[in-house]
DNA sequence: GGCCCTTTGAAGACT
DNA sequence: AGTCTTCAAAGGGCC
C-alpha cells in the first residue's frame, strides 16, 4: 500500500507544482479514489477506449477550467490535442497532430501525403510507422502560447533568442501561473497516455541526429544539470507551493 | 535539405 | 539512487 502524499518521478514537476490529482490516481492505482470534480472524465477513460465524445467533454471542462489562465491556451488547435483517424473510432481521416511521418515534417498536408504514400511499396509503408510525438511539457506549453506575443513586442524572428526570453518570462511567472501550465501539461500526458497507451518516450530516441555531447552540453547549458533535470542555481528556488485544488 | 541554436521539463539510459 | 542524455516547439541561420 502506497502511502498518500507519494508520487511517482515522472508525476511530480521539478518545482512540486502541481501535486497528483485524484484523476491521475485513476491510473496509477488499481483501487482509485473517487475523484470529486471531472470524475466522469476519469471514469470514461479508465473502462473504456477513449472516444471523440470523451475528448470533446474532456476538452471542454478543461478549457472551462483553465479559462483562469491569463492567456488561454489554445486547446482545439494545439497539435498534440487535436483529434483524428488515430483516435479508434474516429471518423476523421485527418491523423492526430502528434503523429508525423518519419520525415518529420508535421506540416506535410495530408493530400500531399496520400500522393507520396501511393508510389510507396506496401512493405515500405509498413516499416515505416508514423512517429507519435511527445507530449508538451509545462515549460513548452508556455512557449507555445507566448512566442506570438513576445515576436510581436520584440520584433525577433529567431527562435533561440524568442526561446531565451520566454525562458526569463517563465522564471518571472509566479507559482500559481506556472502550476496552472504544468496542471495542463499533466492533462496533456494523461491524454496522450489514453491515445497511445503502448508509446514510450525511447520510441522517438535516436531518431534525430543531434551533434556531439561535449558540444550540446558546453553550449546549452555552460553547467550540468543536477538530479531533476536542472541547474545548481535553480534547484534553490523557492519551495514548492500546494496543489492546485481547482480541477 | 537538414542540423544548430536556445529554453524547460519529462522520461529513458546509463553509472 | 543519482546523473546524464534525448526530445518535445519554433524558425532564422548556416553549411
Known amino acids: 500500500m502506497q502511502p498518500v502524499g507519494i508520487v511517482h518521478k515522472a508525476t511530480q514537476p521539478p518545482h512540486g507544482v502541481p501535486q497528483l490529482s485524484p484523476l491521475y490516481e485513476h491510473f496509477s492505482s488499481p483501487h482509485p479514489t473517487p475523484a470529486p470534480a471531472p470524475a466522469d472524465i476519469s471514469q470514461k477513460q479508465v473502462h ?18 483553465m479559462g483562469q489562465l491569463p492567456h488561454t491556451v489554445s486547446w482545439f488547435t494545439h497539435p498534440s490535442l487535436m483529434l483524428g483517424s488515430s483516435v479508434p473510432g474516429h471518423p476523421a481521416a485527418i491523423p492526430h497532430p502528434a503523429i508525423v511521418p518519419p520525415s518529420g515534417k508535421q506540416e506535410l498536408q495530408p493530400y500531399d501525403r496520400s500522393l507520396k504514400t501511393q508510389v510507396e511499396s506496401k512493405a515500405e509503408k509498413e516499416t515505416k510507422k508514423p512517429t507519435i510525438k511527445k507530449p508538451l511539457n509545462a515549460f513548452m506549453l508556455y512557449m507555445k502560447e507566448m512566442r506570438a506575443k513576445v515576436i510581436a513586442e520584440c520584433t525577433l524572428k529567431e527562435s533561440a533568442a524568442i526561446n531565451q526570453i520566454l525562458g526569463r518570462r517563465w522564471h518571472a511567472l509566479s507559482r500559481e501561473e506556472q502550476a ?37 552540453q558546453e553550449s546549452t547549458t555552460g553547467g550540468k544539470r543536477n538530479a531533476f533535470g536542472t541547474y545548481p542555481e535553480k534547484a534553490a528556488a523557492p519551495a514548492p507551493f500546494l496543489p492546485m485544488t481547482v480541477l
Open 48 to 65: 473504456r477506449p477513449l472516444q471523440t465524445s470523451d475528448l470533446s467533454g474532456f476538452y471542454s471542462l478543461t478549457s472551462g477550467t
Open 180 to 216: 496552472k501550465y504544468y496542471e495542463l501539461a499533466r492533462k496533456e500526458r494523461q491524454l496522450h497516455m489514453q491515445l497511445y497507451p503502448g508509446w514510450s518516450a525511447r520510441d522517438n530516441y535516436g531518431k534525430k541526429k543531434r551533434r556531439s555531447r561535449e558540444k550540446h
